[in-house]
């Protein structure tokens, strides 16, 4: 089936630094990628829909300078915490409509631990 | 309120079946999912069914679809310990964003 590659698993920053989470379709092509947010024990949320080729689509309270995205080809989108704080901690998840149009394939996910 | 609601925690025996609900709100729905989550794991893709159907069968899963009453339910026969994990019910939609919309998710805990 689908597969969303999603890389790096965990990472660990300073605060200040930026970090680089990239989300990688293996076998079929994506236009659209999901970034999603999801804090300890609780739902994902949507942070923005990542567009091939154009500019990100960024929900309500996302700040789009603070987390950068970019989807240069049909197979990879790049999520970029900029500046990260520690309350920017959280796992962090991509997906992709799957092909044929029915569900979508997620990552699995990143652990990100800004300290 | 929220879009998708769930109860937060199930717990069951060994053997038995299991039951998570979940209730949405957008008439719109065109597609609804559950998805499993394990401890610092992606989601997982379970079943899905499409809003003209009322009930659809996979293995050891059943889902059942009130589109009057909005309700959508999973039953998992013979849960096993490893079916313990998250269960996120998600909608997605005709109209607006094409993402999806996630429930709360449901804790399920299988007793041996």
């Known amino acids: 089936g689908a597969v969303v590659s999603q890389h790096p698993s965990r990472v660990i920053c300073k605060s200040g630094t930026s970090v680089k989470i990239e989300c990688r379709s293996l076998?079929?092509?994506?236009?659209?990628m999901f970034w999603y947010r999801q804090f300890p024990k609780q739902s994902l949320m949507l942070m923005a829909t990542?567009?091939?080729?154009?500019?990100?689509?960024?929900e309500q309270g996302v700040e789009k300078d603070k987390f950068l995205i970019n989807h240069a080809s049909l197979t990879l989108s790049t999520l970029t915490v900029t500046s990260a704080h520690p309350e920017d901690s959280s796992f962090y998840i991509c997906?992709?409509?799957?092909?044929?149009?029915?569900?979508?394939?997620f990552g699995s996910g990143t652990r990100l631990t800004v300290v | 309120g929220e879009d998708v609601e769930q109860s937060l925690f199930l717990s069951v025996r060994e053997g038995d079946s299991s039951v998570i609900n979940c209730t949405y709100t957008?008439?719109?729905?065109?597609?609804l999912y559950w998805y499993k989550q394990e401890p610092g794991a992606g989601l997982q893709l379970l079943t899905y069914?499409?809003?003209?159907?009322d009930m659809k069968q996979d293995q050891r899963l059943t889902v059942l679809l009130n589109k009057k009453d909005k309700h959508l339910s999973l039953r998992i026969a013979d849960t096993q310990t490893g079916d313990s994990a998250i269960y996120f019910c998600?909608?997605?939609?005709?109209?607006?964003?094409?993402?999806?919309?996630f429930g709360s998710g449901t804790r399920l805990q299988v007793q041996p």
């Open positions: 997906s992709a409509e799957s092909p044929g149009g029915y569900g979508y394939t």
């Open positions: 076998d079929f092509q994506a236009t659209t």
């Open positions: 990542s567009n091939e080729g154009s500019k990100a689509t960024y």
């Open positions: 957008d008439s719109s729905s065109t597609y």
């Open positions: 069914i499409f809003s003209n159907m």
């Open positions: 998600a909608e997605s939609r005709n109209t607006g964003r094409r993402a999806l919309t």
